[in-house]
């Protein structure tokens, strides 16, 4: 049986874990004891298997632990984003039903303001350290033995979208429950894919409240490897961990090859990353030259994949399929591939339209029978609201998301495209393109920059981008102007928050 419980009896003092920054190391045999503790917690509060629990907090060493316990105990467990409001986080914990929110003096501010919003949580915790309101979480499962729970099913997570075009909604996997000890077909194939077994040590830069991050971890954890998670992004820091705990597979985000690569040549070159054997990056576009330069800097160990919290499609490709299909992000990995037109016609290869997978793994939105239906077409097959093609070969390649789609004077422009070229720039550290109201077109396009140094910022470097853009892609596809920010609302996932710059840039012209 697959499981970190299995290695605890197997490799008691090998390292389930380890904080980056911090250096604490949580053994297999401490994970079991720890879990075990918040697990029979659980049980004792009258938990049930399929019940709900939410956790909002930055990433540390109590996280995995307190994942792994609902695991254990059949619990469905919804990790949130620190990033969202308020009202989000709210309309979060209630909606997915949780008896039971652990936070962290990290949002201790956000975690107070909830305490009258959450009149069904009849359980709150704060891990780390104290918050008016609530429980201590070290002192509360300290007081429960490590012996382990009788064994039921298989817990689960419950993500929400990160809210970039609305309000979060929760995923639901329709998969059967798994007996206690079964592995899921998604633990399966990432573990085959990318060598998640008893020898990986993964790498994890980003948030664990991310649905990559946070299965690829649980999924390491189940096979026996050993996960090194970054309290936060750094590139240098990055780089020292590979070298220091010998890193075999890691995942990453656009953005942090794009600031990896804007490391002096002197530091990139100082680190020994020769452990790496995999280098796992999805989430956003990757701009074609950014990942050539990482390929040659890494060498052919790149590996993208297009997936989404829905987990209905799985598509990959490797390093050396990606060079003879530049910009494609893969072939399926079960199911069959659809490109769709409004009218649920299929499309020849080389037109765009939405991506759709035929026998996916099916889910549902939370709550939503609506959203989950417009997710689906007659047939059944279902989407993640992406545009993209497919080559002769069957490739896709994304174009951009059906919501971020312009439609000046009755085109169809792909902000992605411009976003990829300016992104290549030396002195963009970010940017974003997307369309705002226009009385003769409808919409125009617009790039908010954020340059890699602010005090650049003004006309001068304006017209230099917007002519940088013209002389790499069609003039309709560039942006009519530029604006610029110290930073653009990204989440550490590599997602950016477009809405929120959308909204007000449409709010204003509006008016």
Not at 102 to 126: F, G, N, W
Not at 406 to 420: D, F, K, L, R
Request: contains cysteine; charged residues 25%.
């Amino acid at each position: 049986m697959p499981h970190w419980r299995t290695h605890a009896q197997l490799t008691p003092d090998k390292p389930a874990y380890i904080m980056a920054r911090t250096g604490e190391v949580v053994t297999f045999q401490k994970l079991e004891e720890r879990a075990n503790r918040c697990s029979q917690f659980f049980r004792a509060i009258g938990l049930r298997p399929k019940d709900h629990i939410a956790i909002m907090m930055e990433n540390n060493a109590r996280y995995l632990e307190i994942t792994s316990a609902a695991q254990v105990a059949g619990l469905i467990y919804t990790a949130i984003s620190t990033h969202l409001t308020t009202p989000e986080i709210e309309y979060i914990v209630n909606d997915c039903e949780a008896k039971v929110f652990i936070t962290s003096p990290y949002k201790a501010d956000v975690a107070k303001e909830l305490l009258d919003r959450m009149p069904k949580v009849p359980q709150r915790l704060s891990v780390g350290g104290a918050i008016e309101g609530y429980r201590s979480y070290e002192e509360t499962v300290a007081a429960y033995p490590v012996t382990p729970i009788p064994e039921d099913i298989e817990g689960r997570d419950m993500l929400y979208s990160s809210g970039t075009t609305g309000r979060p909604k929760g995923i639901v996997s329709a998969v059967p429950d798994l007996p206690f000890g079964e592995i899921s077909p998604g633990v399966a194939l990432l573990s085959m894919l990318y060598g998640l077994n008893t020898e990986a040590v993964y790498l994890s830069p980003a948030p664990l409240y991310h649905s990559a991050p946070l299965r690829f971890c649980m999924c390491t954890l189940r096979m026996g490897g050993t996960v090194v998670v970054m309290e936060h992004f750094d590139p240098e820091e990055a780089l020292v961990c590979i070298e220091k705990y010998k890193v075999t597979t890691s995942q990453w985000v656009p953005t942090m090859f794009i600031r990896m690569l804007k490391l002096p040549e002197e530091v990139r070159k100082k680190y020994d990353i020769s452990s790496l054997k995999l280098a796992i990056h999805a989430a956003a576009p990757c701009p074609i030259p950014v990942k050539e330069q990482m390929i040659e800097w890494w060498g052919p160990i790149i590996f993208e994949y297009y997936a989404g919290t829905e987990g209905n499609l799985f598509i990959a490709i490797t390093s050396q399929e990606w060079l003879t299909h530049k910009g494609s992000v893969g072939l399926p990995y079960g199911g069959t591939l659809h490109i769709l037109d409004e009218n649920e016609n299929e499309l020849p290869p080389g037109e765009q339209g939405g991506v759709y997978i035929e026998n996916g793994m099916p889910f549902e939105y939370h709550n939503d029978p609506n959203k989950t239906r417009s997710s689906k077409t007659s047939k059944g097959w279902s989407t993640m609201g992406d545009i993209g093609f497919v080559d002769n070969e069957g490739y896709l390649y994304l174009t951009d998301r059906k919501a971020d789609m312009i439609i000046s004077g009755g085109v169809n422009i792909y902000p992605q495209e411009a976003e990829n070229v300016l992104a290549t720039h030396p002195r963009v550290a970010d940017v974003a393109v997307f369309g705002i109201p226009n009385e003769d077109f409808g919409e125009e396009v617009k790039a908010v920059v954020q340059p890699t140094n602010m005090a650049d910022a003004g006309p001068a470097l304006e017209q230099e981008l917007l002519s940088f853009c013209q002389q790499n892609l069609a003039k309709i596809k560039c942006p009519r102007s530029i604006d610029f920010e110290k930073e653009l609302p990204r989440y550490p996932t590599g997602k950016l928050f477009k809405r929120l710059l959308k909204e007000r840039y449409w709010n204003v012209l509006k008016k």
